[in-house]
């Protein structure tokens, strides 16, 4: 079974990785980007069905920094 974490910024929190990439954006060519926020992504493969407890527990514990980041779990 597969599982899937998304990590993202907490809103207010600065992204200077997503600024960058905005910024590069605009250079190439891009227009009308209106702001990039930079996330991460877990693809959790297991043999057994985890539940969104544990995956949440994971997240909690190892994947995200809960002071600045958001996390969203799908089973």
């Known amino acids: 079974m597969k599982s899937k974490i998304y990590v993202t910024l907490k809103n207010g929190v600065l992204d200077p990785q997503g600024k960058a990439i905005h910024h590069a954006l605009e250079s190439m060519g891009f227009k009308g980007v209106k702001e990039v926020r930079v996330g991460k992504y877990f693809e959790i493969e297991s043999d057994s069905d985890l539940n969104k407890t544990e995956l949440e527990s994971?997240?909690?514990?190892?994947?995200?920094?809960?002071?600045i980041e958001n996390y969203k779990v799908e089973v």
């Open 58 to 67: 994971m997240a909690d514990k190892l994947l995200a920094n809960t002071v």
